[in-house]
Nanobody
Framework: QVQLVESGGGLVQAGDPLRLSCAASGSIFRPNVMGWYRQAPGKQRDLVAA???????NYADSVKGRFTISRDNAKNTVYLQMNSLKPEDTAVYYC?????????WGQGTQVTVSS
């Protein structure tokens, strides 16, 4: 079993930075993919960024150049550095781990960007 604990959400102004963290515990085997998804009210949950344990990354087009995903494999922690935030980035952000054909999710953390 895998548990994910997120932190770092909050209310910021447009243009501000924010950093999210997600610590995974339990049976974390490799290879795996750790990433972030987000869901705005009335919309589906979409990928923001993901990073494989080998280092390959994938970003949504809407965040390329503004967000950076990183991870510390020794700590089983994934980070999302969000710069130049926009009101349209407002959503609940969920940490995700893909491991052995299963998806594990965090509880979600709210990010609100005011204009």
């Amino acid at each position: 079993q895998v548990q994910l604990v997120e932190s770092g959400g909050g209310l910021v102004q447009a243009g501000d930075p924010l950093r999210l963290s997600c610590a995974a515990s339990g049976s974390i085997f490799r290879p795996n993919v750790m990433g972030w998804y987000r869901q705005a009210p009335g919309k589906q949950r979409d990928l923001v960024a993901a990073m494989a344990s080998g280092g390959m990354t994938n970003y949504a087009d809407s965040v390329k150049g503004r967000f950076t995903i990183s991870r510390d494999n020794a700590k089983n922690t994934v980070y999302l550095q969000m710069n130049s935030l926009k009101p349209e980035d407002t959503a609940v952000y969920y940490c995700n781990v893909k491991l052995m054909n299963r998806d594990y999710w965090g509880q979600g953390t709210q990010v609100t960007v005011s204009s």
